[in-house]
C-alpha cells in the first residue's frame, strides 16, 4: 500500500522562527518523487519544494529545506524565518516511478499558522 | 490562460441532479488528473489522463462518477445521481508528462449537494 502520514494536524509559529513540518509515507517502489505543497484559504494547491529520491542530497527552496531520510521513508520540511504569508495548509505527497506511478499520494495535511 | 482553470468554482445541486465540472489544463500539458478533497482531508486521487486516454481510472468512486477528455486538453468530470456524500472540492491538475514534473492545480470546484 501506498500511504502518507502527516502527524501534525496543526502547528503554529511566530514571525521569523523557524518550524518543522514532519512526513512519513510508505511504498513498494524503490524509485519516486516527493513533493511539499502548500494550500492557501484560495484551494490552489502550490508547489513548495521537491525531492527526488534517488537524490541523496536535501532539496532548498530560499527559507523552505526538507531533510530527507529515505531508509526510515521520511520527509520533513522546514521553514525558516516564518512569514505571515506562509499560513496556509500543508501537504506532503509522493509518486512512484513506473509501477504503481499514475497518481499522487498525499497526506492528510498540516495546518500551518504563523503568528504576527 | 497561465495556469489551470476549473470552472465553475462553485456548484450547489440538488441531490439526484447530474453536475458536469470542466477542467482546462494549461497548453501542451498531456499528462492530466482528477482529485476530491472533501473537508479536512488531504487529496484522494480519481483519475489519470495521459493525452485522450484515461490511463489509470482506479479512484472513481463508483459507475457515477465518468470524467472525458476528448481531445487531449478540457476534461469533463461528470457525476450523475449526486448524493450529499459527493460534496467536496474537486481538484484538476496538469503536467508536461508523468511523474517527475511538476503538477499545476486549479483553484478547484467547490460541489455541494443539498
Known amino acids: 500500500a501506498q500511504t502518507v502520514t502527516q502527524s501534525q494536524p496543526e502547528m503554529s509559529v511566530q514571525e521569523a522562527e523557524t518550524v518543522t513540518l514532519s512526513c512519513t509515507y510508505d511504498t513498494s517502489e524503490s524509485n519516486y518523487y516527493l513533493f511539499w505543497y502548500k494550500q492557501p484559504p484560495s484551494r490552489q494547491m502550490i508547489l513548495v519544494i521537491r525531492?527526488?529520491?534517488?537524490?541523496?542530497q536535501n532539496a532548498t527552496e530560499n527559507r523552505f529545506s526538507v531533510n530527507f531520510q529515505k531508509a526510515a521513508k521520511s520527509f520533513s520540511l522546514k521553514i525558516s524565518d516564518s512569514q505571515l504569508g506562509d499560513t496556509a495548509m500543508y501537504f506532503c505527497?509522493?509518486?512512484?516511478?513506473?509501477?504503481?506511478?499514475?497518481?499522487?499520494?498525499f497526506g492528510t495535511g498540516t495546518s500551518l499558522t504563523v503568528i504576527p | 490562460g497561465a495556469g489551470v482553470s476549473q470552472t465553475p468554482s462553485n456548484k450547489v445541486t440538488e441531490k439526484g441532479k447530474y453536475v458536469e465540472l470542466r477542467c482546462d489544463p494549461i497548453s501542451g500539458h498531456t499528462a492530466l488528473y482528477w482529485y476530491r478533497q472533501s473537508l479536512g482531508q488531504g487529496p484522494e486521487f480519481l483519475i489519470y489522463f495521459q493525452g485522450t486516454g484515461a490511463a489509470d481510472d482506479s479512484g472513481l468512486p463508483n459507475d457515477r462518477f465518468f470524467a472525458v477528455r476528448p481531445e487531449g486538453s478540457v476534461s469533463t468530470l461528470k457525476i450523475q445521481r449526486t448524493e450529499r456524500g459527493d460534496s467536496a472540492v474537486y481538484l484538476c491538475?496538469?503536467?508536461?508528462?508523468?511523474?517527475?514534473?511538476?503538477?499545476?492545480f486549479g483553484q478547484g470546484t467547490r460541489l455541494t449537494v443539498v
Open positions: 505527497a509522493f509518486i512512484p516511478v513506473g509501477g504503481t506511478g499514475n497518481q499522487f499520494y
Open positions: 525531492q527526488e529520491a534517488y537524490k541523496q
Open positions: 491538475a496538469s503536467s508536461l508528462a508523468r511523474v517527475n514534473t511538476e503538477a499545476f
